[in-house]
């Protein structure tokens, strides 16, 4: 694991800053891409102390900095980490939790997609890549950053997730299967946060955010003539997730937030 950018500072949740999120600290999984990058932006201007962690260090470091040029003062943050390797994961939760005094919230946005003509031309490779990325990296960073939300109190975790996993079709037998076993893995984090807060109400919230696909100002500037219709903008994508924090954890721990109309 190594840094990208660093400029920090040590501060507890306030509640009434500049921004609905002023004092938080939010970590993001796979911020590189379009999603994470208009998450970042969200977050930070949202007033959020933002540590976000992509394998990929070139388009990390551009996130980051895009971030933090667009919102003067905003601390954010970025470190390249294996998230299929649950040893860096855990030290990633770690570093972030010593560094910051806490950790309100992580953003799984570690996407990836196969697919396939018909079922009977599924290729069993995809499925072992689409674990890899939509399952594993989310087993790891629910394991690693679990116990630091309970800690912090109102915190949240935020499974990204699609339409797919509820509504299969033959082409997209592995991808679909591998949101779904996302989601299921996501709800029993929401189990775990439901036992810890006892009749107190869970300290931490375990949502899905369910889009059908996702769009962003590029792919609308190559496919002038797309619809991309039922897509869901990574800038609404972002706002929900800042919106996370405006219910309580109690009302949204182990539910699913359709982005899209669940039809």
């Not at 949740?13 to 993001?28: H, K, S, T």
Request: proline share 3%; aromatic share 6%.
């Amino acid at each position: 694991m190594t840094g990208i950018t660093d400029s920090t500072t040590r501060r507890g949740y306030e509640g009434n800053g500049e921004g609905d999120l002023q004092g938080r600290v939010i970590a993001v999984a796979g911020a590189a891409g379009p999603a994470g990058q208009a998450t970042l932006l969200r977050l930070a201007e949202e007033g959020a102390t933002v540590v976000a962690c992509d394998a990929d260090a070139e388009r990390l470091a551009q996130a980051v900095d895009a971030a933090r040029f667009a919102h003067g003062g905003a601390t954010v943050t970025g470190d390249t980490v294996d998230l299929l390797s649950l040893e860096e994961t855990r030290a990633w939760a770690d570093k972030t939790e010593k560094e910051f005094g806490r950790i309100d919230g992580l953003v799984h946005l570690v996407g990836g997609w196969r697919g396939s003509a018909s079922f009977a031309e599924t290729d069993l490779a995809d499925w072992d890549t689409l674990h890899n990325l939509l399952v594993r990296t989310l087993q790891h960073t629910s394991l690693a950053f679990e116990a630091p939300l309970k800690r912090a109190g109102d915190g949240r975790f935020l499974l990204i997730s699609a339409l797919g996993a509820s509504k299969p079709t033959a082409g997209n037998a592995a991808y679909a299967a591998s949101k779904a076993a996302a989601e299921a893995w996501t709800l029993a984090l929401g189990d775990s946060f439901r036992k810890a807060g006892g009749e107190s109400g869970p300290p931490a919230a375990a949502v899905i955010l369910v889009v059908k696909a996702l769009v962003n100002d590029q792919m609308r500037a190559d496919r002038p003539n797309a619809k991309f219709a039922g897509f869901t903008d990574v800038k609404d994508l972002a706002k929900a997730v800042v919106d996370t924090w405006n219910k309580p954890a109690e009302e949204l721990n182990g539910t699913r937030l359709w982005l899209t109309p669940n039809t």
